[in-house]
């Protein structure tokens, strides 16, 4: 991927945040042991991280990472970090960094609050932390005792400069109007601009930027196409990133898809494996609002998907019911609304409680019954109707049977 | 009311209250010879609401090119409309550093300097 490829290696490297970089820079070169933590806080993808791995790298620290939302209580904080607190000889020179430390402060915070702060006024190496919400209070307490560095969205100007050095890097041939299209999705993310910009140089990027509904609908319907075609891991990855809806809708998608599918049974469970492994991670992430492990979603479920379907026909399908299905269910629905009428009226019941208690047993009785469709039709209901019901009926039997 | 992004402004008298939002909140920092003068540590989308209240105008900011600190052709930018320039990155690149082969290489190099 070309995010990872094109992880810089120096501060230099990055675009954007200019003053937020080289504060931070500063603030590093500058840390003395009893010096205040670092805070950079801002929105996603715009390279905090990257900031801090770079400018590690530029002044030799190795950086000991943890990702707040997998350890947020403090014991768990205590067992990650308590060796590299103070014990600079072991570990070369250390640097802690607190990744989305917004994750540690969520529902189940069993201390780990306590813990950074704790940890803010005793470390012997620098503690640098990063945070996405830049309102909560709990953030603000960090903020107070720490050096803040806020990072913003970038402006699309530099965005797109940005993308120009990686199109000449890799030889890419892009005109400028498809480049303007994927500045403007990005809306200041450089990670998904980098996303975008490998997905359109796989010819697997529709350019579209203000999206109606319909053509929304259209790309949609493309990402998944492609992510079905997909002839390598790479290119159903990227066609499953440019896809735009969220996590859920996309595992939804691929299972209606799936479910209305003509593959073949073994095809089938093994895609639907896959399936069900990503859904525990929406799960997961919905539970325990871990939302790092997003980044695994879309890994998991296009290498999962790709595995069990590679070389056979899926077509995507974004309603799980097949339309023959829906067609018969819709004619049938008719006649059980006249049957729920009348029957329902002579019963004093609603036509929902007809359908929801008495049909299943009336099919069944009807089917049993020598004469029963006549007397049915003594009753004021039509023909169609009673051949329908009458062959309900009959499947139900054929199934009790 | 534009404001210069990495130079400083200067401001009409709003009163105390609003000086001290500025300064403690906002994070603008204050020389009483040169005027405010936004930080990284200024909270622009904050700084706009701020000032849109007190000055009853509209806020706007002014970008900069980080290359050669010429204002930024915020007004012919095909990206004018998208560019939330009050929760952006302060800094630009202006078109004339942008048409350059070396752009990028510019660009590292100016922050080179900047940040010895």
Sequence with gaps: ?401 | MKVPIGEHFKLPLLGKDVFIKLSREVGLKYDSKQGFMITPKTRLDLLVSVLQEALKEEVSFVLKCFICRAKTPCETCIYNNICDRKSVSPACICDSCKEKDNAFAQYSEKFLELSV
Aim: proline share 4%; glycine share 6%; net charge neutral.
């Design chain 1, 1 to 401: 991927m070309w995010v990872e490829k094109y992880r810089p290696a120096s501060l230099a490297k990055l675009v954007g945040n200019e003053e937020a970089r080289i504060g931070f820079l500063k603030w590093l070169r500058s840390w003395k042991p009893g010096g205040k933590a670092a805070l950079l806080v801002g929105p996603p993808g715009i390279g905090k991280t990257a900031t801090v791995h770079a400018a590690a790298n530029e002044l030799s620290y190795d950086v000991i990472e943890l990702n707040a939302s997998d350890a947020r209580t403090k014991e768990k904080l205590q067992n990650a970090l308590g060796p590299s607190i103070g014990n600079q000889a072991l570990s070369g020179k250390p640097m802690i960094l607190l990744d989305e430390v917004d994750g540690i402060f969520g529902r189940n915070d069993y201390g780990g609050m306590e813990f950074v702060m704790e940890l803010m006024e005793n470390t012997s190496v620098p503690l640098v932390m990063t945070a996405n919400a830049q309102d909560s209070p709990k953030i603000g307490k960090i903020a107070y005792k720490a050096e803040v560095f806020r990072f913003q969205r970038l402006p699309p100007r530099l965005v797109e400069l940005y993308l120009r050095s990686i199109i000449e890097k890799e030889h890419v041939k892009l005109d400028d109007e498809s480049l303007q299209s994927i500045v403007l999705r990005s809306r200041g993310d450089v990670r998904s601009a980098v996303n975008d910009l490998q997905a359109a140089a796989f010819g697997l990027l529709e350019f579209e930027v203000e999206v109606p509904e319909r053509d929304r609908m259209a790309t949609i319907n493309q990402a998944f196409q492609q992510l079905f075609d997909a002839t390598n891991h790479v290119e159903a990855l990227l066609a499953l990133d440019s896809a735009p809806v969220d996590p859920k809708e996309k595992v939804r998608l691929v299972f209606a898809s799936l479910v209305s599918s003509s593959l073949d049974i073994e095809t089938r469970a093994e895609a639907l494996e896959a399936l069900s492994r990503a859904d525990e991670i929406v799960g997961r992430i919905r539970r325990t609002q871990e939302w790092r492990q997003l980044r695994y979603l879309n890994t998991i479920l296009a290498i999962g998907l790709f595995n069990a379907i590679q070389g056979k026909r899926l077509q995507f399908n974004a309603d799980p019911v097949p339309w023959e299905t829906k067609l018969r269910l819709w004619n049938e629905a008719k006649y059980f609304a006249q049957l729920g009428r009348t029957l329902g009226a002579i019963l004093s019941i609603s036509r929902k409680q007809f359908a929801e208690a008495y049909l299943p047993y009336f099919a069944l009785i009807l089917a049993k019954t020598e004469g029963g469709e006549k007397m049915l039709g003594r009753m004021g209901i039509d023909e169609s109707t009673i051949k329908v019901i009458a062959k309900e009926g009959k499947k139900l039997l054929e199934a009790l049977r």
